[in-house]
């Protein structure tokens, strides 16, 4: 299928690794200009070369080294794509924990990160979307949105202040063919995950084998995730098909939620 992007332009937050990577390249893969941003260069700069290669239609990636978290970050990303079509927000998830162990300076940290860095980057760039008719902007959240886990405390919190912001907007930008959606990834084979169950693995006294393990037996898919499948995902919200779907939260978890809403 022919999404319809190519020649659009996007940028792409978080994206040297992960989950932020298998969308960049998803969307380079549509024709779409691709600028990635990451703090960590030497990673970054191997996306960068990957996205050259599979980049369709002449198309001319970016790479911005940068803390996507910070005013500074924000600034240097949006200097690099001023005008975005697509926005894929996304950052690194705040550590997991005990709340007891947690003080103040921490959810700030987290909120700067999982909420209020995408509403700045939507702010800046929801009008430009709006004035030409289209646009197509996709938080990366968690499906701890929907189901929580306790030693995540501060990503559940940040994440869902996000939602609910979203949920809010999303129905007022749609009529001029912008959309705000939110992918909310389950298990999925990325460093956060590893850190994710390793904590959970120490908590309970076992090796991170035995969690993982013990994890995918909770997944009716029976396996683990592939980014590449959560960016296909993303590069079909942000098709021209997709202009009817907005303030959604698409869970892609391999079957792990057991909720019918």
């Excluded at 937050?13 to 893969?29: F, T, Y």
């Excluded at 405390?153 to 202040?161: E, I, W, Y």
């Excluded at 309970?204 to 499948?229: L, M, V």
Aim: neutral net charge; contains cysteine.
């Amino acid at each position: 299928m022919d999404l319809g992007i190519q020649g659009k332009r996007a940028l792409v937050c978080a994206a040297s690794k992960g989950l932020g990577r298998g969308c960049a390249l998803a969307l380079a893969q549509e024709g779409v200009n691709v600028t990635i941003v990451a703090r960590g260069s030497e990673a970054l700069e191997a996306t960068l070369a990957e996205l050259r290669k599979v980049g369709a239609g002449g198309t001319a990636p970016i790479a911005v080294c940068a803390d996507i978290t910070t005013p500074e970050g924000r600034a240097a990303a949006l200097a690099a794509c001023p005008d975005p079509d697509i926005l894929v927000t996304n950052a690194g998830g705040p550590p997991p924990g005990d709340f007891r162990d947690w003080n103040r300076d921490d959810w700030i940290k987290a909120l700067d990160a999982n909420m209020l860095t995408p509403i700045e980057l939507i702010k800046a760039t929801v009008d430009g979307m709006i004035a030409r008719k289209f646009g197509r902007i996709v938080n990366i959240t968690s499906g701890a949105v929907k189901a929580p886990i306790d030693v995540l405390g501060l990503s559940n919190g940040a994440r869902s202040g996000l939602t609910g912001f979203v949920a809010g907007i999303a129905r007022k930008t749609v009529q001029h063919n912008v959309t705000i959606n939110n992918l909310l990834p389950g298990l999925f084979d990325t460093d956060r995950i590893r850190s994710v169950v390793g904590a959970q693995a120490k908590a309970k006294g076992i090796d991170y084998a035995q969690a993982i393990s013990a994890r995918i037996t909770t997944i009716p898919a029976g396996r683990i995730g592939d980014p590449a499948e959560f960016g296909a995902a993303c590069a079909w919200l942000c098709s021209a098909q997709a202009g009817y779907i907005t303030g959604q939260n698409w869970l892609l978890d391999g079957g792990a939620y057991p909720g019918t809403f």
